[in-house]
């Protein structure tokens, strides 16, 4: 005899499966993208929220996280659109698609000023439209049921589905900006669909902001599909207010000879997570995914990342650091998996963290499931204070403590930003952490 | 040890009365842990002079200049040190550094990511905040370095890398002249320069080092061996044992010591 655990749901849970019904039951949809949210939705009333029996959740209570569920944000007023202008961060040199709690900004953003090569339509207009290319969306559902994801599929509406035509070379990084302005709680749901073809270049920014002290929500989720011989890179900066949730999902689909380049710069939210679901499906490609998180107060974040080598000569590089004061909390997990014919597989994976904190925690869980004989797969993790022998050599030359603490911990993770390619958004985003990190003292 | 056979110095040699105490160090007792380094060790240096200090491995000669410099592994338990007038054990070893207290380093250390330049501009500008000057301005700090740098051979290179890193141990001591050259502090303590030096790199670092010698200026030579005072030539050598100065002399009491050794100040211990 089996006794049917089940959980009780959370009020947030309930909410939020309510929630989807209601927008699928007011806006039906037809066809695939119809199938693929009622799916979703029904996936989500039957799984909810994951409990910390989950592994992949073992170490952020999401049901903690969403006790509640904000209302879903409304239109886009004018006045929300011209402050969320004024706060998004201003990248020299790129061009900018402006979200604002979770819409898109309309007269903020311009389409049509996006660099050659590069196309740009909002998920609503391509909803609408039917457009072919979203054939593609949900089309790299991860093995397993994961919650964000599938509330995100949901909730399907607000968004943005860019393409890149084969060969293009684009100079100009296309920054989407997403900024939380209201002085309510709402929940947000957006959805990017990336489609780079053969042989383009191009970089991509995805900023996330918000205020300080509002419990609001972001789910945002992006797909990309990166082309033969393409070359990705894409930057995210979430710097969401102090006690908002932050639930991304970046799915990412490698032809054959890709080069992607990711790297996250979190300093934001109350409590953030990354999930991301790398998959080569072509040989010869090569990913490398980094990050920087700096968390103090009771902050907490989660970048968990599953890499699918699914082919064989294939190299992936991961390198995480997490900077923790007070009694922050960070989370890396990182699964590579080789599958039987992803033979010359180079996989490397290290977490590295640095703790200040006297209550700061890290969980570091590195996972290789290996079913191919003739691969390289490594992976580390290392958790440590400041050297007191670096900090007495910068003391001793008159630097003040707090002063040198920065410089020491500039030094740590800039072995992290060493990789984003752009020298102007590298320094871009040391200069971010250096305000972070004096702000924070 | 017996007594009788240690000369006390006064002071130091040939030193006018009215010359301006740099460092005065009375009676000072230092500890790692439980074990007790210093015991009871005087020394005064006066503006304008360099003293050597000399004596065998374990005698305390380093762990005198952490103590100087503010390292908290060692406690102090008694005595005084003051520098131009200022207590130096009570301030911490940023304040030190900026009251004019500069320790070159027995083992530079390498920091990777914090770059030489950045690293040269951060302790001036952090010095002359903390003695309420005004910050150097962009070209007089690139001119400033880019002078002392090539004096002392350092390459453009170097400057750009991450302190230290990847440099050779001759380039690393160089890197601490050059340090000691832009920061121009008023007590340099040179904790064995020497080792791990060619003959080569050894007389660059000492024009470095008598480069800087000033009368305004006093400099404390740690050293094992006398070849370093060949080129940096002290005013007074004092021979350093179990704590304390046990013997005071002029220069030739290096030649003397590289004659017979330490064995006589082994064995009596």
Known sequence: ?441 | MDPSRVDFPPGPAGAPMDTMTMLDIRNLHARIDDREILKGLDLTLNAGEVHAIMGPNGSGKSTLSYVLAGKDDYEVTEGTATLDGEDLLEMEPDARAAAGLFLAFQYPIEIPGVANMTFLRTALNAQRKARGEAEISTPDFLRLVKEKASDLGISQEMLRRGVNVGFSGGEKKRNEILQMSILEPKLCILDETDSGLDIDALKIVAQGVNALRSPKRAMLVITHYQRLLDHIVPDVVHVMHQGRIVRSGGKELALELEASGYAAYGDAA
């Open chain 1, 1 to 441: 005899m089996t006794t049917d655990i089940r959980t009780l749901r959370t009020s947030g849970e309930e909410a939020f499966a309510q929630a989807a019904e209601a927008r699928l039951a007011a806006e039906p949809t037809q066809g695939r993208i119809g199938e693929l949210r009622r799916a979703a939705a029904s996936a989500f009333a039957e799984h909810g929220l994951p409990t910390r029996r989950v592994e992949e959740w073992k170490y952020t209570d999401l049901r903690a996280a969403v006790r509640e569920a904000p209302p879903l944000a409304g239109e886009v007023t004018a006045s929300a659109e011209a402050e969320a202008g004024l706060r998004a961060i201003a990248f020299p040199g790129t061009e900018r698609v402006l979200f604002v709690n979770g819409a898109y900004g309309r007269g903020a953003s311009h389409l049509g000023r996006l660099p050659a090569g590069v196309s740009a339509v909002p998920l609503a207009a391509a909803l609408a439209s039917g457009s072919p290319l979203l054939d593609r969306i949900g089309g790299l559902a991860p093995q397993r049921y994961d919650a964000a994801l599938a509330l995100n599929t949901a909730m399907l509406r607000e968004g943005l589905v860019i393409h890149v035509s084969a060969g293009a070379r684009v100079e100009t990084p296309i920054h989407i900006a997403h900024v939380f302005t209201a002085d309510a709680p709402l929940s947000t749901f957006t959805r990017m669909l990336v489609v780079v073809e053969e042989g383009a270049q191009v970089a991509f920014i995805e900023s996330h902001q918000g205020p300080d002290g509002i419990a609001y929500q972001a789910n945002a989720a992006t797909e990309f599909y990166v082309g033969d011989g393409a070359h990705v890179d894409l930057i995210r900066v979430q710097e969401e207010g102090d006690r908002a949730l932050h639930l991304a999902t970046l799915v990412v689909d490698m032809g054959r000879d890709v080069a992607f380049h990711a790297f996250q710069l979190a300093t934001g939210a109350a409590t953030a997570r990354l999930s991301l679901y790398g998959r080569f499906s072509g040989s010869g490609s090569h990913a490398g995914i980094r990050g920087v998180n700096l968390l103090a107060a009771r902050q907490h974040g989660d970048v968990t990342m599953v890499l699918d080598h699914a082919v064989p000569h294939c190299e992936s590089r991961e390198l995480f650091k997490t900077v923790l004061k007070d009694e922050s909390h960070g989370v890396f997990q990182g699964k590579i998996i080789v599958r039987p014919d992803a033979q010359k597989t180079d996989g490397r994976m290290m977490s590295q963290s640095l703790l200040l904190g006297e209550f700061a925690q890290m969980d570091n869980k590195p996972e290789l499931e290996i079913f191919a004989d003739d691969v390289q797969c490594g992976h580390g993790a290392t958790a440590g204070a400041l050297d007191d022998d670096l900090l007495f050599y910068l003391l001793s030359r008159g630097i003040p403590r707090p002063d040198a603490e920065v410089l020491l911990v500039q030094a740590f993770v800039g072995e992290a930003v060493e990789y984003v390619e752009q020298e102007d958004l590298r320094e871009a985003l040391m200069a971010r952490i250096v305000e972070r990190l004096g702000k924070a003292g």
